[in-house]
């Protein structure tokens, strides 16, 4: 019995052995527990540390001593060295990269000057010092530049603000786009503070309040990346009653005949496009998945136990382990590559449509040095109206069709169409006056060859193309 006894007695090392376990158990608990703990109270320290903020308060600094992470974040726009392909923050000059664009713009100032856009840091400081702006702009230039703007709305109340002349705010607006465009300041919900998106959706029969939270970190956006016009000259409108389409939008022009300034050239009427980025991006695939602008050019960040909103708002080609990777799983070069891919062949498109645009304008041209009146030159200078604007539809817009990459070739293809069909006509028209011979085209190959040429149409003393 007593040998049955030893034999199932346990080794002497078992005891000590299970006692460590048990303590390693214990410690690696509780610094599970002080993990959870601390992440928690970092989830809820924003909460804790927060400071009132004023209705309309558009100092940053302010927001981001309640929202450090934020706010470092948002600092990082102050950027502008970054380059992708065919965007980044740094103020790429369009006319110096393609003269052609100057004549496209002859007697608009975006012709003398016309730059990529830098980081929101730069808002104010940009719109100040671009030579597109002259003592005729009134204060609807300053509508997406600023955080004081919404104040300043509230003041004086939304048309006064509009035609106030913006050289009166000069040095009185300085805060650049930040916290208080997209964010309620008691609740931090994303909120509407620009009046022309309300306006736009009321227009279109949609109550702008029912937007789901996910939509909204795109119409926050929207308050700005959009098409717009001066009603009445001052006034901002989107022009979205017919619709988000550039068919719907061209039809909206027409009606009201309205235009933004004559071509130098050709004497056409026609409309600058602005920025449609979210009527492109509504076109596109990411928009039909329920993708968000934000999800992509401000995806979310962890530090410790916290989640938040990059707010260095910038190309996802700059950030694609957390924007494009977080659903697309191949590696960053594959996914840089197709990007490039795909806005190659859109920037391809648009430089196509672009030399039949300049050519249509020069023809048209011609024809008046040739004595063509303006009533047999109205149907051609109609098709060059609409085949500018799709062109600018898609040219001004960021992406370089990437939002929507089908439909801007589609649009960049009319373009091309109804330029040629202009052309068309106003050959017909030329060899009914005994001219056969093609236009002597100006040479445009550099941005001061081409500055001459405009300059020359625009002095009253036109290049002779016949």
Known sequence: MNSESAKS????????????????????LGLLAFSITERRWETQRPAIAIQPIAEWEPDNAAWGANYPREYERYLLTRDDTTRTMFGGSFPRDYLEDDPRQVLLFAGYPFSKEYRQARGHYHSV?????????????????????????PKRMAEMGVAEFYATPFSEFVGKITHPIGCQDCH?????????????????????????????????????????????YFKDGSYVTLPWAGGLGVEQIIAYYDALSFTDWTHAISKTSIIKSQHPDYELYSAGIHAYGG???????????TEGGVKFTDHHVQSPLLNI?????????????????????????????????????????????????????????AA????????????????????????????????????????????????????????????????????DRAVEVKNAFESGQPTNLL
């Open 380 to 447: 051609a200078r109609k098709l060059v109206r609409h085949a500018q604007y799709r062109w600018d539809f898609v040219s001004s817009h960021n992406g370089v069709g990437f939002h929507a990459p089908q439909e801007c070739t589609r649009i960049l293809g009319d373009s091309a169409r109804e330029a040629q069909e202009a052309r068309l006509l106003v050959a017909r028209l030329l060899a009914a006056k005994g001219i056969s011979a093609e236009p002597k085209y100006p040479d445009l190959s550099t941005r």
């Open 291 to 301: 993708v968000a602008c934000a999800d992509c050019h401000m995806p979310y960040r």
């Open 125 to 149: 400081t940009d719109v100040t010092q671009t030579k597109r702006i002259s003592a005729k702009n009134m204060s609807s230039c300053w509508t997406c530049k600023s955080t004081d703007v």
């Open 9 to 28: 007695r346990l080794p002497l090392w078992v005891g000590p052995a299970l006692f460590l376990l048990t303590t390693g158990v214990v410690v690696l």
């Open 184 to 228: 309620d300041p008691k609740t931090m919900n994303l909120r509407i503070t620009r009046p022309a998106l309300r306006e736009a959706f009321a227009a279109m029969g949609k109550d702008i309040d029912q937007a789901t939270h996910q939509e909204m970190r795109s119409l926050v956006c929207a308050q700005c990346h959009v098409e717009y």
């Open 321 to 377: 382990a957390n924007s494009c990777a977080v659903c697309h799983r191949w590696g960053e070069e594959e996914i840089r590559s197709r990007v490039e891919a795909i806005q190659t062949k859109v920037a391809n498109a648009k430089l196509a449509a672009e030399d039949v645009l300049v050519r249509a304008h020069f023809d048209i041209a011609a024809a008046m040095q040739a004595g063509a009146t303006d009533e047999e030159l």
